[in-house]
């Protein structure tokens, strides 16, 4: 199961499993509210590196309205022919509908060992210490 950790100014990691779980507590993910964009930048565990073009990313929203995860469908990222063979890519994403949370949850990533670190940091319409 992935796990979320707060870091600065409303950027957050997750560390998950080369296939993980779909989130299912609304703790999971980062909050969306304000939110123009975000960077995303995936990262394998020291020493390890992405092994093939394999695997997406796929993308989960908690919708507050129905008070729960669901799955996005052709929203994931493919994991690139570009980033074979290296420790780390990073890729803008755009926030179209702001509100609620997002979760990119790993499924099938070919890596040559351990896992994936994502850290996500967001740019935001406002100043972020507005958000609650």
């Not at 100014?9 to 123009?36: C, E, F, H, N, R």
């Not at 994403?93 to 790993?106: D, E, K, Q, V």
């Not at 896992?115 to 100043?127: D, K, R, V």
């Amino acid at each position: 199961m992935a796990t979320w950790v707060s870091l600065f100014d409303k950027a957050t990691k997750s560390v998950q499993a080369a296939t993980d779980a779909a989130p299912t507590i609304i703790t999971d993910g980062i909050p969306i509210l304000g939110m123009t964009s975000v960077g995303l930048t995936i990262e394998c565990d020291v020493g390890q590196t992405i092994l093939a073009a394999a695997g997406v990313l796929d993308l989960y929203l908690w919708d507050d309205l129905v008070g729960a995860w669901s799955y996005v469908m052709y929203q994931g990222i493919q994991i690139p022919q570009e980033v074979v063979g290296r420790r780390r890519f990073t890729t803008a994403i755009s926030i179209a509908n702001a509100r609620g949370r997002m979760a990119y949850i790993c499924n099938g990533l070919s890596l040559s060992g351990g896992g994936i670190t994502q850290y996500y940091l967001p740019t935001f319409a406002w100043f972020p210490s507005r958000i609650t």
